[in-house]
Structures are given as structure tokens and as C-alpha cells.
């Protein structure tokens, strides 16, 4: 019994619990043991990053006074104060709409006018239209136009003033004129060619805008013998100028000075426009061919005879071919530079690609220019031809190419002036 007590004694005093406190080991091994303290310490980086976020919420959120005095707005005032911003902002948002509407109809309008004619609205390109659509149709001609000529005896000198016009016609869709005279001095003898007539000199008068009797007062002159003065013819074009499209055509005046006493005095003639009519200043030689598989027509440049008085090797020729459906200009090429001569030899095939569609309706206008070698800004048009379907039927040619297919067919044009 003593040994049995001293034994739980020994038992029950403090070094002998921490004896068995530090036998005891925990069932797991070392890498547990660290993994452990690992997700341990990530779990507590989590939750002080959680609580870091929701800090700065609270203190972002949190208002600032604005000064000592606090003002506070009421749910009413600030609903009244957003509809009043809103309201702002619409009406702000209308007009900005109907400035881009009103911008929108004007160019809408610039570009109607622009398609009415053609798809460009180049000088070249305003040439090319403007024959095809004045044989078709023209406005109708009415008004005056009045003139004087007059011949310097001593100086050899030919004079024609462009004085005014009276009661033009006005477009249909702006009720308003823009007219201009172009002034065209016409010679048949002096060309060496039957039935041909020669340009010696062209001209222009101002623009006078938004005007029916508009007042012109240009003047021209060149130098003339009184043999040449005999054999001239005197023809004025009064033309609405359009910087959109084609310049439409008014009506002209034509006068043979060799029936005007000019040597005397001058001549002042006032007279009602006619009908504009145009001049054969030479001949293109022309081959069509259609080949309706490929879908492409090819046009043939092969000659070119104009009435010249002289040969100048200084001035050369060349061609521009217009492919033309429904007013509108589909394509076009231009053929090189060759020297002029009474008759040019171009010798050149100029391919286009078309719907079958197209080509069937479409209209070909052979422009010829003249130009001056080594100077810029010299072209002139001489003459223009014109085939294919119009409003008044089908031409020889093109219907020898129908009928002809896939073989070229050559027939001589009249260029007009």
C-alpha cells in the first residue's frame, strides 16, 4: 500500500504530466502538418484582402461635405433637376438631327442634279452628254438675242459684240437661267472639203446669273480679209450654264456676212432664236464588233478626216470613246496622241466589258479632241459622233453590228460640232 501511494504521488506532480504531455505525437507526418499551415495562412491572406476591398468601398461611397454648412436635396428636387437635364439633352439631340437632315437633303439635291445627266461631272465628261441628249430633246426655244458686227477695212480687222438677250426660258426644276453665248466663226470654202465646215476662231461671253434678258456686252475680234469675210458664217449659241451637269441649250442665231454690207458700217441685228443645229467639221472611220459570249464590245479607231485649212505638226488628235446606258456613263478610254494631219490614221481597238443588258441598250459618243503638243492645258473639241439606241431608233452601224456578230463592221461617221 505505501509503494501503490507513492507511486500515484510521483504521478500527479507537475513534472510528471509534462513528461507525458511531451511524449505524446500527433498521427499525422510532416508534409500533412505543412499543408495544413499552408491553406491556413492563404485562408487568412484571403480574408484580410476581403475585408481590405470592402474598406475602401465603404470610404469611396462614404459623401464628402461640401463645406460647414450641410444642404440636403429632397427625392422631389432631384427627380425635377433630372428631368430638367433630360429634357435639355433632347431637345439638343433634335436639333443636332435636323441640321444632319437638312445637310443630308442638300446633298441629296446636289446629287440629283448631278445624276439627272451623268455620273460625273467632269468638263469631258459634261461634252460627251451634252451630245448625246441635245440631238434627243431641247427646251423650248424662244427669246432674243442681239448683236453687231463690224469689219476695220484698213486693219483687216472682223468685230461681233454680244450685247444682250431678252425673254429666256428657264429650267423647269429651278425656275431660273444661267445664260452664256458661245460665239463660232464658220467657214465652208476655206476648208477644201465638200460639205465640211472649218472652225477659224470660238469664243465665249461671261455667265450672267439668275437673269431672262441678260446683259452681255463682250466683244471679239480677229483678223480677216475681205476674201475670207465672204465665205464666213456667224453662228451664236446661247447656252444655261449648269455646274452640275450639262450646259442646256437655248436656241442660236446663224448670219452669212457676205450678206451684211460690213464695209461700209456697222450692223446691228436683232433676232429670234432657232433651233439648234449642228456642223459636219470631218469624218471618223469607225469599226463595232459584239461578242456576246465574252459579254464585250470592241470599238475600232481607225481613221480620222477633218477640215483643216493647214497642216500643223505642232497639233496632235486623239479620241475618247464614252460607253453610255440610260444617261448614266458606265466607261471610257482614250486612245494615244497622233500627229494631225487632213487625214490621221489611228489604227487603235479600245475593249469594254458589259453586262449583255448594257450593251444592248447602251449608247457609244466618240469624242475628238485636238491639242497642242508640249503645252498643257491646250485641248480643244473639235467634233463629236454619236451611235448606238436612242430615243429615235437604232443606227445603221449598230444594227449591222447586231445582226454581224463577233465580226468587226467599219462605216464612216460625221463628227458635229
Same mark, same amino acid.
Given at each position: 500500500?505505501?509503494?501503490?501511494?507513492?507511486?500515484?504521488?510521483?504521478?500527479?506532480?507537475?513534472?510528471? %504530466?509534462?513528461?507525458?504531455? /511531451?511524449?505524446?505525437?500527433?498521427?499525422?507526418?510532416?508534409?500533412?502538418?505543412?499543408?495544413?499551415?499552408?491553406?491556413?495562412?492563404?485562408?487568412? /491572406?484571403?480574408?484580410?484582402?476581403?475585408?481590405?476591398?470592402?474598406?475602401?468601398? #465603404?470610404?469611396?461611397?462614404?459623401?464628402?461635405?461640401?463645406?460647414?454648412?450641410?444642404? #440636403?436635396?429632397?427625392?422631389?428636387?432631384?427627380?425635377?433637376?433630372?428631368?430638367?437635364?433630360?429634357? /435639355?439633352?433632347?431637345?439638343?439631340?433634335?436639333?443636332?438631327?435636323?441640321?444632319?437632315?437638312?445637310?443630308?437633303?442638300?446633298?441629296?439635291?446636289?446629287?440629283?442634279?448631278?445624276?439627272?445627266?451623268?455620273?460625273?461631272?467632269?468638263?469631258?465628261?459634261?461634252?460627251?452628254?451634252?451630245?448625246?441628249?441635245?440631238?434627243?430633246?431641247?427646251?423650248?426655244?424662244?427669246?432674243?438675242?442681239? %448683236?453687231?458686227?463690224?469689219?476695220?477695212?484698213?486693219?483687216?480687222? %472682223?468685230?461681233?459684240?454680244?450685247?444682250? /438677250?431678252?425673254?429666256?426660258?428657264?429650267?423647269?426644276?429651278?425656275?431660273?437661267?444661267?445664260? %452664256?453665248?458661245?460665239?463660232?466663226?464658220?467657214?465652208?470654202?476655206?476648208?477644201?472639203?465638200?460639205?465640211?465646215?472649218?472652225?477659224?476662231?470660238?469664243?465665249?461671253?461671261?455667265?450672267?446669273?439668275?437673269?431672262?434678258?441678260?446683259?452681255?456686252?463682250?466683244?471679239?475680234?480677229?483678223?480677216?480679209?475681205?476674201?475670207?469675210?465672204?465665205?464666213?458664217?456667224?453662228?451664236?449659241?446661247?447656252?444655261?450654264?449648269?455646274?452640275?451637269?450639262?450646259?442646256?441649250?437655248?436656241?442660236?442665231?446663224?448670219?452669212?456676212?457676205?450678206?451684211?454690207?460690213?464695209?461700209?458700217?456697222?450692223?446691228?441685228?436683232?433676232?429670234?432664236?432657232?433651233?439648234?443645229?449642228?456642223?459636219?467639221?470631218?469624218?471618223?472611220?469607225?469599226?463595232?464588233?459584239?461578242?456576246?459570249?465574252?459579254?464585250?464590245?470592241?470599238?475600232?479607231?481607225?481613221?480620222?478626216?477633218?477640215?483643216?485649212?493647214?497642216?500643223?505638226?505642232?497639233?496632235?488628235?486623239?479620241?475618247?470613246?464614252?460607253?453610255?446606258?440610260?444617261?448614266?456613263?458606265?466607261?471610257?478610254?482614250?486612245?494615244?496622241?497622233?500627229?494631225?494631219?487632213?487625214?490621221?490614221?489611228?489604227?487603235?481597238?479600245?475593249?469594254?466589258?458589259?453586262?449583255?443588258?448594257?450593251?444592248?441598250?447602251?449608247?457609244?459618243?466618240?469624242?475628238? #479632241?485636238?491639242?497642242?503638243?508640249?503645252?498643257?492645258?491646250?485641248?480643244?473639241?473639235?467634233?463629236?459622233?454619236?451611235?448606238?439606241?436612242?430615243?429615235?431608233?437604232?443606227?445603221?452601224?449598230?444594227?449591222?453590228?447586231?445582226?454581224?456578230?463577233?465580226?468587226?463592221?467599219?462605216?464612216?461617221?460625221?463628227?458635229?460640232?
Amino acid at each position: 500500500m505505501m509503494k501503490l501511494f507513492i507511486l500515484n504521488r510521483d504521478m500527479s506532480s507537475p513534472g510528471s %504530466f509534462r513528461l507525458s504531455f /511531451a511524449s505524446l505525437r500527433m498521427p499525422f507526418s510532416d508534409g500533412v502538418k505543412y499543408t495544413l499551415l499552408g491553406i491556413s495562412v492563404s485562408l487568412f /491572406a484571403i480574408a484580410a484582402l476581403i475585408l481590405t476591398w470592402q474598406l475602401y468601398q #465603404y470610404f469611396k461611397r462614404k459623401p464628402k461635405p461640401s463645406g460647414k454648412v450641410k444642404s #440636403y436635396q429632397s427625392v422631389d428636387d432631384k427627380q425635377a433637376g433630372n428631368t430638367i437635364f433630360e429634357a /435639355a439633352d433632347k431637345e439638343s439631340d433634335i436639333q443636332k438631327h435636323d441640321y444632319k437632315v437638312q445637310k443630308l437633303e442638300d446633298e441629296i439635291k446636289k446629287l440629283s442634279r448631278c445624276l439627272s445627266a451623268t455620273s460625273s461631272i467632269s468638263e469631258q465628261d459634261s461634252a460627251d452628254f451634252q451630245s448625246i441628249t441635245e440631238a434627243d430633246a431641247q427646251m423650248n426655244i424662244h427669246g432674243k438675242l442681239r %448683236f453687231s458686227v463690224s469689219y476695220n477695212r484698213e486693219q483687216s480687222q %472682223f468685230a461681233v459684240t454680244v450685247l444682250d /438677250a431678252t425673254d429666256l426660258p428657264v429650267r423647269d426644276f429651278s425656275q431660273s437661267t444661267n445664260p %452664256f453665248v458661245k460665239v463660232k466663226l464658220l467657214s465652208g470654202l476655206l476648208s477644201k472639203q465638200p460639205n465640211l465646215q472649218c472652225v477659224l476662231q470660238e469664243w465665249e461671253t461671261k455667265t450672267v446669273k439668275n437673269s431672262r434678258n441678260p446683259v452681255f456686252g463682250s466683244q471679239f475680234s480677229c483678223p480677216l480679209t475681205e476674201k475670207e469675210l465672204k465665205t464666213i458664217t456667224l453662228k451664236l449659241e446661247v447656252r444655261d450654264f449648269d455646274r452640275f451637269s450639262r450646259h442646256s441649250v437655248l436656241g442660236e442665231l446663224r448670219t452669212h456676212l457676205n450678206n451684211l454690207n460690213l464695209l461700209s458700217h456697222p450692223v446691228e441685228i436683232s433676232e429670234e432664236l432657232q433651233k439648234l443645229n449642228k456642223d459636219s467639221v470631218g469624218e471618223i472611220l469607225l469599226s463595232l464588233k459584239y461578242l456576246p459570249t465574252a459579254q464585250r464590245i470592241e470599238v475600232g479607231l481607225l481613221k480620222i478626216k477633218t477640215a483643216s485649212l493647214t497642216s500643223n505638226q505642232d497639233k496632235a488628235l486623239y479620241a475618247r470613246v464614252t460607253i453610255v446606258c440610260n444617261q448614266c456613263r458606265l466607261k471610257h478610254q482614250k486612245t494615244s496622241l497622233k500627229s494631225k494631219w487632213g487625214i490621221t490614221v489611228f489604227n487603235e481597238v479600245l475593249t469594254f466589258s458589259l453586262l449583255d443588258s448594257n450593251i444592248r441598250e447602251c449608247v457609244i459618243a466618240v469624242s475628238v #479632241y485636238e491639242t497642242i503638243v508640249h503645252q498643257k492645258n491646250s485641248k480643244r473639241l473639235i467634233g463629236q459622233a454619236i451611235l448606238g439606241k436612242r430615243k429615235a431608233g437604232e443606227d445603221e452601224h449598230w444594227c449591222l453590228m447586231m445582226q454581224s456578230l463577233r465580226q468587226p463592221i467599219a462605216k464612216w461617221h460625221s463628227l458635229l460640232i
